[in-house]
């Protein structure tokens, strides 16, 4: 009996403190005419509204869409939270949170013959409307005269990084530099952000989004790209932004590009 309320004591204890470290993201929302979002926003520590500071957008993946403005901080949340992140890149961090039935990217998903999802990316096209709100965002925060204009940046995983690639070609002219972890996109669509470096990231085990998708974005960028880096999993399933956010030399090298 003891030992079983230890234990729900700890998690409750873990549950708690997760919860305590989130609410250094302050809660927003942008509602301008037929947009409507959530975010999270992070400011660096002895926030100066006087200075400038670089602007990092990350998307995150299809299950934690919704109106908690919360579950987007599941995957990427803790990692900007580190002391040592927070005080070697004073950065202004913002979580969108994808509305419930909605996605980041134009993109058609079907059931394959597995009985798993299959992703076909849409060429061009009308943005989706969490898409059309997120890029209002963007624009709204840009606006901010604490933001650097000349380092922003974008990133995301699985839904979010489909998201990313869609966002970069959108608004191609915005971002400094951009890392997408498994996700994909329609290879016709990269002339437009083949300017902008990128670190693509996939999991070789993946078998929700295909690999496939990152190894030819990568390797198209390779040959009309300015600067792509692409790291493959071997071992890794989906979940390969674990891998990615546990690369000591991914924030660094995102916040080492500026644009010119």
Not at 41 to 67: C, M, T, W
Not at 163 to 178: H, I, N, V
Not at 203 to 232: H, Q, W
Request: hydrophobic share 40%; net charge positive; aromatic share 14%.
């Amino acid at each position: 009996m003891m030992k079983t309320f230890l234990t729900l004591f700890l998690v409750a204890f873990v549950l708690s403190t997760k919860a305590q470290d989130f609410n250094k993201y302050e809660k927003g929302s942008y509602i301008k005419g037929s947009d409507s979002i959530f975010y999270r926003v992070l400011f660096p520590e002895q926030f100066d509204a006087s200075k400038k500071y670089p602007i990092l957008f990350f998307l995150h993946g299809s299950g934690e869409r919704g109106n908690d403005n919360e579950s987007q901080l599941v995957h990427g949340g803790k990692l900007f939270l580190k002391d040592e992140v927070r005080k070697n890149f004073p950065a202004i961090i913002v979580f969108p949170q994808c509305p419930p039935n909605d996605y980041w990217a134009n993109v058609i998903i079907a059931p394959n013959a597995q009985g798993k999802r299959s992703f076909s990316f849409v060429e061009g096209g009308r943005p989706t409307k969490a898409m059309h709100a997120l890029q209002a965002v963007v624009k709204d925060f840009l606006k901010k005269p604490f933001v650097n204009r000349n380092q922003v940046y974008v990133g995301g995983l699985s839904m979010g990084g489909m998201g990313t690639y869609e966002l970069l070609r959108r608004q191609r002219k915005t971002f400094a530099a951009a890392i997408a972890i498994c996700g994909g996109d329609n290879t016709n669509n990269i002339n437009k952000y083949k300017t902008v470096p990128l670190w693509i990231f996939h999991g070789a085990k993946d078998d929700v989004v295909d690999p496939a998708f990152s190894i030819a974005i990568s390797e198209r960028l390779k040959v009309v790209g300015n600067e792509v880096k692409f790291t493959l999993y071997p071992l890794a399933n989906h979940n390969s932004w674990d891998s990615a956010f546990a690369e000591p030399e991914l924030l660094p090298w995102l916040f080492s590009h500026k644009k010119n």
